[in-house]
């Protein structure tokens, strides 16, 4: 069976049909740019433009950059803050035809790895972080995701957790990997004392580039690239909305 999956970040949506049967993609994936400013019609126009461009009917999974609980969107920090309080499975299914179930970006990344990636068949503790714009997590417990967790949005180091080690930071400071790793080293080793995990995944466009700071983490937890790298969250999002059929 195939479903359409939808991954908004804060700089590309992306979108693919998904076999939600293996985990593969069916199509390639198409990306268009996050409109600014990443106000409810500018995304849900640009949602039906990706539906559009697959000629596509039927449910739609949205991985979506925000705490979203029983279908509504309860924060906003790399999108435009009159997503607060917006009913969006019910807002963007209106406005594009299709039957749309969204979730937490990190939370359908996390799916997606414990499903067909890298943490399949793995009990225990198993924390998820997308590094890309922000940070975002996904905490599971022997498979069951504990959703919203937001753990980017942590205090740490007079900001927060991505203010201080994401990769858009990497960029605007223009940090080396030597610098940036270990800062991202000191963000994983307060994550390790908060929860003491059994295995860090990590996910996002980072996840392609580990072997250029693997070698500055120095944490006693096992961690590990997604293997499902950057389609991680359309494929859990496309996985999310046929278990929410």
Known sequence: MQ???????????????????????????H?????QPATPQNIKDTVKELIDFFDYEGMVGVGFPAVVQNGIVLSAVNI???????????????????NIVALNDADAAG???VSFGAAKDKNGLILLLTIGTGIGSAL??????????????????DSTIEKYASDAIRKKEELSWKKWGKRFNEAL???????YPDLFIIGG???????????????????APAEL???????GAAIFAYQNK
Do not use: M
């Open 80 to 98: 435009d803050k009159s997503w607060i309080e917006t009913p969006i499975n019910k807002f963007l299914s209106e406005g594009t035809g299709c």
């Open 31 to 35: 990306r268009i740019q996050t409109p």
């Open 111 to 113: 799916i997606a790895e």
């Open 189 to 195: 080793a307060y994550y390790e004392r908060l929860f």
């Open 3 to 29: 479903i359409l999956g939808i991954d908004i970040g804060g700089s590309g949506i992306k979108g693919a049909l998904v076999n939600i049967e293996t985990g593969e993609l069916i199509t390639e994936r």
């Open 229 to 235: 790298l950057n389609n991680a969250g359309l494929i």
């Open 140 to 157: 599971f417990i022997n498979q069951i995701l504990l959703a919203n967790t937001e753990l980017g949005h942590l205090e740490f180091s």
């Open 205 to 223: 466009g980072i996840s392609k580039k580990i072997e250029r700071f693997e070698e500055f983490i120095s944490i006693k937890t096992p961690f």
